[in-house]
């Protein structure tokens, strides 16, 4: 026997793990328990704990996911019998399912230094219960789910159809904390604190038995009452019973639920029985004839001790003292069976390895199986989901029935591989088919129509020296969503396949961390390019290299960039330049096609009748000397040729004006409104100021027309503004300066592209659009540059210009064009946002006005300046042209772009106003998952930690729970559709602390 307590399997500061699970495949583990402000699920690699050279080793990792989705302590956490789903729940009355996905791995986890390796979301989320849920089990075939919590009751859900609930099974007078499935499928047991074992008959889910005998002595309860059903299905042991004043586990024997035997020992309560999953075998004597068939039973304790029994044995076979330093709350084991790991209250993890002559060897699945059929009968799975349970074959023909159904399925499932009618018809009449060559077979299933539309003929092109390439398809490697995740081997490198449709070559490339698809498909090494051809292949970054399959035919991908046609036009212009006239028709005719130009056939080879268009190059014996596109030839790579790169020349031109500059006047003049009790300030500039022979211009601010300070500027000004601690001036030599409240320089002169157009002041922030539609915004008091050089051409169409450009009152940059379209720059996403939209159809047909509170001047702000020119325009008027159905739709999307523009323009005092109107209008159409994902969003972790949180106590300086308190009470205009909803949030937001 080996034990390992690995201390790095821990939830950090010494949280509580509450539960453990190993996976099917025993190549991961799951973890629960408490996080940092919320319950957390870790799902760790089982290779470094099996061996101590891949603890050791940094390259095999030993987290692989974290999940954090658990508002509160995650009680319980179990892998399905298949090994695609884990279940976990929580004292957040919630049960979540999750499965694998093939995004988001490769990252890092957010305050954490482990890497994702995997990324598992969560598939459904199960609400019912009413009150914390402390265990749960799946059925033996997958199909149902159990679980049960303190309100008394357990749910049978659906597991084929979540969230559809089988059953609630009632008559625990107290908290239930534990559920086991018998193994055969016909019964489900659960314990409670109400001194009672009750066995329900899972085909009509009502009670079979209750046992009340060995409990009767109990005085005290325990955090879970976790029993376990033998793998034989004789016995169910409970946790907690009494025999003479002492701990025991009871044995119950299927047979009249008698309660004649007890595992004895421990001191304390018992918390947790599981059974190892095998039927064991093993010969206890030298001269015994056969090997003797028994069950293996691990029991952990309060008293922090854990004891393995072997029903053949009347002693236990291990007992480990003060293996934790507090109560042991979970057990696995492998499905090898000769692995353990418990868990326990302290946070901390055991491991346990047994060795084949000391625990058995256990039956194979085969074996096992013909046992159960020949003790309770063979049974026939349920058609229905929400059926009773499995039932007994009593006529052999039933059985063949089902067998010959079973195979037609799997025939007709196989059909649905192939997308040709005929071999659809074949595959109808025999089992044994292949699928036809022009679909792309992946782990059994047709990707021809997968995002990628990898082409059923092969894409040819020849490369100058005569060598045909072959364009590849590439087939992914990473699961789908929901699949059964593979074996981990803590391997992180995988393979990249390549698959043609003509002659089935295959071919596998090895790649490492490569984690997301973006970017595979990278040209490889470029292939000489014939001077004046304008075709070009980009440099790749990419680590993949062409790989040759026999022969003298190699794969290899050819990408070719159309950056080369931006240009063309221009370039044909230019003077004394052979053939521009020629060049130009092959650009427009490559343009209108959608083609990048390439290299025409030897005429010596026949005419091409499959793969990707060429076009013709009319004069190949044209010189490289007469075309001003050819470059001098870049750098050769290893084992390559020099590559000429054409480039086009002399197409550089004057940028185009998008807002013409203020002409400059003698004289410019704003007002700049200062602090209540203080008068205004007034910016004057004078240009063209003579002083001592030379032309000056002078600045000046002043308060009641007495001056407060002076500058002078070296170049007239076009623009000037400012705030009471902030003057800006513009000057035709693109120089933007920038002055404090008493007339220093703030700011060193900042030197521009181009000459300033628009120049607003608000604080400390300088906002600049120049005449290129280049714009600006820094704030002077950090001396940083917010936003550098953002154009404005990707927002303004042909026929519009700017109308205005300003500084919201939250220091926001807000551009309106003359179409009436207002946006503003996002330096987080690097992308401009529409914030408003007068010829918006979508608002336009939105029906939030009777929901909307009224407007005060409290709630006035740049996006409700901005809404006066769309209701000036009647944007109402269209209301009744829309479906109602369709109505609902543009008044929530309406809704969320109103929310997401006060986000955007920083406006606390707007959000407020469209949060209400937003729930308000939830609250009238009865959305309760919409209204359930804004409640959540709000109130957040209801556990108070001192560690720093990952969910941000406020939004735009309102905090999230002053909001939620806000828009709970507007639940009573539909009280009956939302009672429910309103008392769970209620109470968890008077169980949450304040947050400062």
């Known amino acids: 026997m080996r034990l390992v307590k690995p201390a790095w399997v821990n939830h950090k500061d ?38 101590e050279s891949a603890e050791k080793d940094d390259s095999v990792p030993k987290v692989l996911c974290e999940m954090d989705n658990h508002l509160a302590c995650v009680n319980c956490v179990r892998w399905s019998g298949s090994g695609r789903y884990l279940a976990s729940c929580g004292d957040d009355k919630l049960i ?67 969230p559809e609930q089988v059953s609630v099974l009632r008559g625990h007078t107290g908290l239930v904390k534990g559920v086991t499935w018998d193994p055969v499928g016909k019964y489900l047991a659960s314990q409670s604190d109400d001194r009672s074992l009750r066995v329900w008959r899972t085909r009509d889910w009502q009670q079979e038995a209750i046992v009340t005998e060995p ?25 907690h019973a009494m025999n003479n004043s002492g701990p025991t586990a009871q044995i119950i024997e299927r047979a009249g639920w008698k309660t004649s035997l007890d595992f004895v020992g421990h001191r304390k309560a018992i918390t947790v029985v599981r059974f190892n999953p095998g039927i064991l075998c093993k010969k206890f004597k030298k001269d015994a004839s056969k090997a003797q068939q028994y069950t293996c039973c691990a029991i952990g304790s309060r008293d922090r001790s854990l004891s393995i029994w072997l029903t053949a044995l009347k002693r236990p076979l291990v007992v480990t003292h003060e293996l934790f330093t507090n109560s042991i709350l979970d057990i696995t084991w492998a499905s090898c069976g000769s692995e353990l790991l418990c868990c326990s209250c302290d946070g901390t993890v055991a491991y346990i390895q047994f060795k084949p002559e000391e625990i058995g060897t256990p039956m194979s699945k085969a074996d096992t199986l013909h046992l159960l059929e020949k003790i309770y009968g063979k049974a026939v799975h349920k058609t229905s989901s929400s059926g009773g349970a499995s039932q007994i074959i009593e006529s052999a023909d039933l059985l063949r029935l089902q067998q010959q159904q079973q195979q037609n399925m799997s025939i007709l499932s196989s059909t649905s591989l192939v997308t040709s009618p005929e071999e659809r018809s074949r595959l109808s009449n025999t089992s044994n088919s292949t699928p036809t060559k022009s679909s792309i077979i992946y782990r059994g299933k047709d990707i021809t129509g997968s995002p990628f539309k990898p082409t059923d003929k092969q894409i040819e092109t020849k490369t100058p020296d005569g060598r045909r390439r072959i364009t590849p398809i590439f087939i992914p490697s990473e699961p789908e969503v929901g699949a059964a995740p593979e074996p981990f081997t803590g391997n992180t490198g995988s393979k990249i396949q390549f698959k043609t449709s003509k002659g089935g070559t295959s071919i596998q490339i090895e790649r490492k961390n490569v984690v997301t698809l973006s970017g595979l498909m990278s040209p490889p090494a470029t292939s000489p390019v014939r001077p004046g051809t304008l075709e070009s292949t980009p440099k790749s970054n990419s680590s993949i290299s062409p790989v040759t399959a026999g022969g003298d035919k190699s794969i290899d991908a050819v990408v070719q960039p159309l950056s080369a046609l931006d240009n063309q036009k221009d370039a044909s212009k230019a003077p004394d330049t052979p053939k521009s006239s020629n060049l ?123 001056p407060i300070w002076q500058q002078v500027l070296s170049t007239p000004a076009t623009a000037v503004a400012g705030s009471r601690t902030i003057t800006a001036v513009s000057c035709t030599n693109c120089c933007l300066s920038v002055y404090n409240e008493i007339g220093q320089k703030a700011l060193p002169n900042l030197m521009l592209s181009s000459k300033v157009s628009i120049l607003d002041v608000h604080g400390c922030h300088v906002l600049a659009v120049t005449c290129t539609g280049a714009l600006y915004l820094w704030n002077v008091q950090k001396k940083q540059c917010i936003i550098k050089n953002e154009q404005l051409s990707g927002i303004i169409k042909r026929e519009e210009r700017v109308k205005k450009a300003v500084l919201s009152t939250e220091c926001v940059p807000v551009v309106t064009l003359s179409s009436h379209r207002s946006f503003t720059f996002s330096p987080d996403l690097a992308s401009w946002l529409l914030v408003q939209d007068r010829s918006d159809r979508v608002s336009q047909s939105s029906s939030h006005y009777h929901t909307k509170p009224r407007l005060t001047s409290k709630h006035a702000g740049t996006l409700t300046a901005l809404h006066i020119t769309q209701e000036r325009h009647g944007g109402t008027e269209r209301l009744v042209q829309s479906a109602a159905d369709t109505r609902q739709l543009c008044t929530l999307s309406h809704l969320e772009s109103q929310l997401q523009a006060c986000l955007a323009l920083q406006s606390p005092a707007e959000y407020r106003f469209w949060l209400h109107t937003y729930v308000r209008y939830l609250v009238q159409e009865g959305l309760e998952s919409q209204l359930r994902e804004v409640c959540s969003g709000l109130l957040g972790p209801i556990i108070k930690t001192s560690s720093k949180h990952t969910w941000e106590h406020s939004i735009l300086g309102i905090k999230k729970r002053t ?25 968890q937001l008077d169980m949450a602390p304040d947050t400062t």
């Open 215 to 239: 409990f009767k002595e109990c005085g005290g309860t325990t955090h879970v009452l976790r029993c376990d059903w033998s793998p034989d299905g004789h016995y169910v042991v409970s946790a």
């Open 96 to 162: 979540m399912i999750w499965h694998i996905s093939k995004f988001g791995a490769g990252g890092s986890v957010f305050g954490s230094d482990s890497k994702i390796i995997e990324s598992w979301r969560p598939a459904h989320t199960l609400r019912g219960h009413a009150g914390d849920v402390l265990d749960l089990a799946w059925s033996p075939d997958d199909t149902w789910l159990a679980t049960c919590s303190i309100d008394n009751t357990i749910i049978i859900w659906n597991a084929e159809k979540f």
């Open 584 to 706: 130009h028709k092959i650009s427009s005719s490559a343009e209108k096609k959608g083609l990048s130009l390439k290299r025409k056939h030897d005429k010596d080879e026949p005419p091409r009748k499959r793969g990707r268009p060429r076009l013709a190059d009319k004069d190949r014996s044209q010189p490289a000397t007469t075309t001003p596109f050819t470059t001098p030839s870049l750098p050769a790579q290893s084992g390559q040729a020099a590559v000429e790169r054409p480039v086009a020349r002399h197409l550089t031109s004057a940028p185009e004006i998008l807002i013409p500059v203020p002409a400059t006047e003698k004289r410019l003049s704003v007002q700049v409104l200062a602090d209540s009790g203080e008068g205004a300030l007034t910016v004057t500039v004078e240009n063209n100021v003579p002083s001592g022979g030379v032309m000056l211009s002078r600045l000046c601010v002043a308060r009641g027309g007495d």
């Open 14 to 51: 010494g949280k509580p793990i509450f539960s453990v699970d190993i996976h099917p495949d025993g190549s991961r583990f799951a973890t629960g328990g408490q996080g940092d402000d919320a319950g957390k699920i870790i799902i760790w690699n089982m290779a470094p704990v099996r061996s």
């Open 963 to 987: 909001l939620l308190k806000e828009v709970l009470p507007l639940f009573s205009e539909n009280l009956k559709a939302l009672q429910r909803l309103y008392t769970e949030f209620q109470e």
